[in-house]
């Protein structure tokens, strides 16, 4: 089995550009279905999750290729409508795919999406969204048989009891297919949420309200392909910020809107970090110990991300002073802290609670990412740590960072990965 070999107590220094957002290009990669012809997409990271996407969009009978960072969809010619389950246990999130099938073919068939690191995490909302637009959606043995259900009523309000990320851009994307107007109440406010309307517009449909609670389309007209370049990832800027952090150095990060992250930063800020940002630019300085942070609860944007929540723990995990997380996303989001008091942190955990108590300079050890920012977090710690980590289970983390080691090599890591 891989591993990273982190030799920790190198501070960080200098630039880096952040790649695209992961959770920006998975929908936008699914949009692209909603219309014959070729979309080209800019800024599109080299992830597995990336790969698993561009998989299945090849099985539905796109043509897909990519040239560094462009990928191109030629969605011509679509030869069926169905997921098989191995595709769709690689990836939570190709459940997408339900309401770009929808709108595209007016059927899909996937198999549920599988058990998930962070605990149980249902489509319940999925499910009701596209059904309050008129999908009829079957269920029966661990199948999704949903088609459009004719004559029914298109276009109409949904109106979410969680602001569900997923469920948001489901039903945004059905909605295109939707003859009328379809308004999404409650809808989650998170940059990539815009950044797929932002698409959407660019293959010319009518498309409001992302960024707020409520979301319009007039779905039906039917749509073009588009040249888009996707929004920087906010929480691999958030890694490589904490991971300067934690070494006490000094990187500019390129590609990436601050107002993005201001929960994050405001958090740094607090621990003792100086930050300057600028459009597009983020630069953090850190020349002492983290200090604790008075609390993090995770929320909807624009509150604290839960996928920085572990990246942050793991940093302030090697500073001084306490720290109350509170996670209220998920149920079982915990799971990095296991390993990071195998080097040396002090965390106690009750409920949703976790209280950090900075043990100064953690040690290095022989650490297992359990989930993609769980396994983040350690490289993060072992960065700061005092001696030698090996941080293994390196397929989660390959989920969601492009060149990784590489990029914080290139900073002034001591890291490299030692191959099974
Ligand atoms: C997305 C992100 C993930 C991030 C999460 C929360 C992608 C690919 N993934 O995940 O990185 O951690 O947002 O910011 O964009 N829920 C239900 N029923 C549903 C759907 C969700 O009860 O049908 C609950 C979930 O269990 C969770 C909460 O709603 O407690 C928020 O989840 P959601 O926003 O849907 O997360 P994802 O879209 O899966």
Not at 23 to 29: A, G, H, M
Not at 124 to 146: K, T
Request: glycine fraction near 12%; charged fraction near 20%.
């Amino acid at each position: 089995m891989s591993y990273y070999e982190i030799q920790g107590g190198r501070p960080l220094f200098g630039r880096l550009s952040i790649h695209g957002a992961k959770n920006s290009v998975l929908p936008i990669l699914a949009a692209c279905l909603l219309a014959p012809g070729q979309s080209v997409l800019h800024n599109c990271p080299d992830l597995s999750d990336v790969a698993a996407t561009l998989d299945i969009l090849r099985l539905l009978g796109c043509r897909v290729e990519r040239e560094g960072g462009a990928v191109t969809v030629d969605a011509s010619a679509l030869g069926r409508a169905d997921i098989p389950e191995h595709l769709m246990r690689e990836m939570r999130s190709s459940v997408i795919f339900l309401g770009a099938l929808l709108a595209r073919l007016g059927e899909a068939e996937l198999s549920y999406p599988g058990g998930c690191e962070l605990g149980p995490r249902p489509i319940d909302l999925h499910l009701a969204a596209l059904r309050a637009l008129g999908a009829e959606i079957l269920e029966e043995q661990g199948a999704l048989r949903c088609r459009r259900r004719n004559g029914a009523p298109w276009g109409r309000e949904i109106c979410l009891a969680i602001p569900s990320v997923g469920a948001t851009e489901n039903a945004m994307l059905a909605a295109c297919g939707c003859p009328g107007l379809t308004t999404i109440l409650g809808a989650a406010r998170e940059p990539e949420i815009v950044d797929l309307q932002n698409f959407l517009r660019a293959m010319g449909a009518k498309v409001t309200g992302a960024g707020g609670s409520a979301i319009s389309i007039t779905g039906g007209a039917p749509l073009h392909p588009a040249e888009y370049r996707v929004m920087g990832d906010r929480i691999a800027a958030a890694t490589y910020l904490c991971s300067a952090a934690v070494t006490e150095g000094e990187i500019e990060v390129d590609g990436i809107e601050p107002d993005t992250l201001t929960a994050v930063l405001a958090c740094l800020e607090e621990a003792g970090c100086t930050l300057h940002t600028d459009p597009g630019r983020i630069v953090l300085a850190c020349s002492a110990p983290l200090r604790g942070v008075r609390q993090v609860r995770t929320a909807p944007y624009p509150g604290f991300p839960t996928d920085a929540q572990a990246i942050l723990m793991a940093a302030l995990a090697g500073g001084e002073g306490a720290t109350l997380f509170v996670e209220n996303m998920f149920d079982s989001r915990y799971r990095h802290v296991d390993e990071l008091r195998r080097m040396g942190a002090d965390i106690q955990v009750a409920g949703r609670a976790a209280m950090v108590s900075g043990a100064g300079r953690l040690h290095g050890a022989a650490v297992r990412a359990t989930d993609l920012r769980g396994g983040a977090a350690l490289v993060v710690a072992g960065l700061g740590a005092e001696g030698t980590t090996q941080v293994s289970g390196l397929g989660h983390i390959r989920r969601g960072y492009e060149r990784f080691p590489q990029n914080l090599r290139a900073l002034g890591a001591e890291i490299r990965e030692i191959p099974a």
